[in-house]
């Protein structure tokens, strides 16, 4: 009889330890990491090398427009590596030329920083918002 009741109450202990297990792999496969929030994120405006304003939205979404004059130039999608920020156009005259990088320098305290293209030009962009 001894011998019964030592095995249910093994069985019981073993029960009573399986769903915690199973809660657990639950709980872990509930763990969803979130994505990195996209730094360079938001609206930017400048001016060219002929000395014309145009301002960009680089969203959140990992999409962007550039305008100039209040009308699109360009538009398409956007990602980041680092300080390395590369633009994918689907609308616009650069499509023909496929994506292109900037490498963004240091935002200083007023809201600008320097940004490098793949030929070593650099322009100076405003971060609005």
């Not at 069985?11 to 496969?29: F, M, N, Q, R, S």
């Not at 929030?37 to 962007?64: I, K, R």
């Not at 030329?97 to 007023?110: K, R, S």
């Amino acid at each position: 009889m001894k011998r019964i009741a030592i095995l249910a109450a093994t069985g019981l202990l073993a029960a009573c330890g399986e769903p915690a297990t199973e809660e657990a792999v639950v709980a872990e496969e509930q763990v969803v990491e979130a994505e990195p929030a996209l730094v360079h994120a938001g609206s930017y405006e400048g001016t060219n090398a002929e000395g014309e304003a145009w301002s960009s939205v680089l969203a959140s979404d990992g999409t962007y427009q550039d305008m100039m004059g209040g009308e699109v130039t360009e538009s398409g999608t956007w990602t980041e590596a680092g300080e390395r920020v590369c633009f994918t156009p689907i609308e616009g005259e650069a499509v023909a030329d496929g994506e292109y990088c900037y490498t963004a320098g240091e935002m200083a305290p007023d809201g600008t920083m320097d940004v490098t293209n793949e030929v070593g030009e650099t322009m100076t962009v405003t971060k609005i918002t």
